[in-house]
């Protein structure tokens, strides 16, 4: 038997005038995730690099002049936040920018 909490995915709070208000904590969470990613310095020029384009991560770490691995496990964390796609050629992986995950970031953002 497991004695791990569950953690709700919605949280009720009440606000100053004593409303009910329901987060989600899930879309927190991913939000979350979202922000960490793209809060980077170094993320911020790989997405920069590949704004209108696509590039491998051999086409990225040279630019950047930066280490392989270094470079791919930042390009991990945006694909694992949307905020690049990735498209197979053969062996090669084009990492591009993902518009809808911009366009989340950008909407969260719209409301801060």
């Not at 995730?33 to 020029?45: G, S």
């Not at 790989?46 to 930066?66: C, F, Q, S, W």
Request: with cysteine; charged share 25%.
């Amino acid at each position: 038997m497991s004695t791990k909490k569950t953690v709700p995915s919605v949280n009720t709070h009440t606000d100053e005038k004593g409303n009910k208000v329901k987060l989600n904590v899930n879309k927190v969470n991913g939000l979350r995730k979202l922000c960490r990613a793209y809060d980077h310095p170094l993320r911020q020029k790989l997405l920069a690099h590949m704004n209108g384009g696509e590039a491998t991560v051999t086409e990225l770490y040279k630019r950047l002049r930066i280490e392989q691995s270094v470079c791919s496990q930042h390009l991990r964390i945006l694909r694992d936040a949307y905020l690049v796609k990735t498209r197979r050629d053969g062996k090669e992986i084009y990492y591009s920018v993902s518009a809808n995950g911009m366009a989340t970031l950008n909407s969260a953002a719209y409301y801060v």
